[in-house]
């Protein structure tokens, strides 16, 4: 490929773990054929394990790739609209309030669907709203997916929907829908649509706590004693039969390479399984948010010349941040520091993974200059 310069994304990769970084691995892939892969580090406590070609790790955020993924085939089959009051489909969320300074509001709006997956509908992250609290109280580890997420409606919004950008729940609300709508459980949607037809091997949803649980690297997470081993937890799993359509997924590096050649290359697979059409694709790369919205993602996750399509950061203005990669580049990343990334003009892509929690420069550091090595 013109312009990626493999001896430089070695160097690059390697140099991380001089940072502490226990283990990284990278695949970039053009046009169906894998062009590139470099692993390096160790996975285990004791540092003594090299990182595998079949390494799991907790993805976290990167599950909102597979779930955008998941319902625009939906939108693509006719049996969702991005315009669709979500109130339709989870009618808790019909008489939902919204706060105010002085207190709360009713909706002007309904919360919509494009509002969901452009993380403008006014929910937050808070994980111990008082919804969850109640519904982990009375249901235990048998609450489910759609049990806990109306949950969340027994909350107000933080604004009207479609007024703000703030990062949070949305997409397990996403997940919740597609459950509705398809009559599946949120896991087998996937497996049909998603696992099945890309051939994936190592891909499933994570349990609350994941000791013991083969090939899984060592979490670490980044504090002020540097970077040191945590329990093998994710948060956003609350129970043992939620399955979190924002970041609850376990996969490795392999297929989620296999899910971002399938994107870069317009929805179809190198054996001509396709999974998305090409305009549902690029529908996913059109920015949805508004300018006060923009302005909210820059100031919360420094995405500066970035817009935000479905569930995605889309680069729109590459010349503003001095990147020589192009405008329409289109990706995410995930709480443990992992990162991936598509162009559809080229046909390539590139999956980055790591283990490391609160790893501050993963997003404003690290997945940029991979970024600029692959695409610039």
């Not at 706060?99 to 997956?117: A, Q």
């Not at 909210?296 to 500066?304: A, C, E, F, P």
């Not at 995410?332 to 992992?338: Q, V």
Request: glycine share 8%; hydrophobic share 35%.
């Amino acid at each position: 490929m013109a312009g990626f310069n493999q001896e430089k994304m070695t160097r690059y990769l390697d140099s991380l773990l001089d940072t502490g970084i226990p283990s990284v691995d990278c695949i970039v892939y053009q046009n169906h054929k894998q062009i590139y892969r470099h692993m390096n580090g160790t996975v285990n406590i004791e540092k003594t394990q090299k990182v595998s070609a079949d390494q799991r790790y907790l993805m976290f955020s990167m599950t909102k790739v597979q779930t955008m993924t998941a319902v625009m085939l939906l939108v693509e089959q006719g049996k969702l609209s991005l315009e669709d009051d979500i109130a339709d489909y989870l009618p808790a969320y019909r008489n939902i309030k919204v706060k105010t300074d002085s207190g709360e509001e009713k909706l002007k709006w309904p919360i919509r669907l494009r509002h969901l997956v452009s993380m403008q509908s006014g929910l937050d992250y808070d994980l111990a709203r008082p919804g969850i609290v109640r519904v982990l109280k009375e249901k235990g580890e048998k609450a489910s997916t759609l049990e806990i997420v109306n949950s969340f409606a027994e909350s107000p919004l933080n604004f009207q929907p479609g007024t703000h950008f703030c990062y949070s729940l949305s997409h397990d609300v996403v997940a919740a829908v597609i459950e509705t709508v398809s009559g599946m459980s949120y896991g087998d949607y996937l497996r049909k649509n998603i696992w099945e037809p890309l051939g994936f091997k190592d891909t499933f949803f994570a349990k609350p706590v994941n000791d013991g649980l083969e090939r899984l690297a060592q979490q670490y997470i980044a504090s002020e004693k540097g970077i040191v081993p945590m329990e093998q937890t994710c948060n956003y799993q609350f129970t043992e039969s939620y399955q979190s359509g924002g970041a609850g997924l376990v996969s490795c590096t392999e297929d989620y390479a296999i899910l971002a050649d399938t994107l870069a290359c317009g929805g179809i697979t190198a054996d001509g399984t396709r999974i998305l059409k090409p305009e549902t694709v690029e529908r996913i790369k059109q920015n949805l948010l508004t300018s006060d919205s923009m302005k909210d993602l820059q100031d919360s996750m420094g995405r500066k010349g970035y817009g935000y399509g479905c569930g995605m950061q889309v680069l729109m203005n590459p010349e503003f941040i001095g990147s020589p990669s192009p405008a329409g580049v289109f990706g995410w990343d995930g709480a443990a520091g992992s990162c991936i990334q598509m162009d559809t003009v080229s046909k390539t892509s590139f999956v980055y993974t790591m283990h490391v929690r609160n790893y501050g420069t993963s997003y404003d550091v690290i997945h940029p200059a991979l970024r600029d090595i692959v695409f610039g």
